[in-house]
């Protein structure tokens, strides 16, 4: 059962990010984006982005 104020979000074929973008200013500091996708390429791309941005990733 997730806390109250935590949250996460599974975004699976998330292609370049579009959704995982606005999710995760959505969910904040306290909170869990995590995006899937087949392609390599894709996820690369979406890699650049999240770090342009100063999003935390892990893998």
Do not use: W
Request: net charge positive; aromatic share 8%; glycine share 10%.
């Amino acid at each position: 059962m997730p806390r109250a104020g935590y949250f996460e979000l599974l975004d699976i074929v998330c292609r370049k990010g579009a959704s995982l973008f606005p999710a995760s200013e959505r969910v904040g500091e306290a909170g869990k984006v995590i995006g899937i996708d087949f392609s390599a390429n894709m996820i690369a791309e979406t890699h650049k982005a999240l770090t342009k941005k100063g999003v935390q990733i892990f893998r």
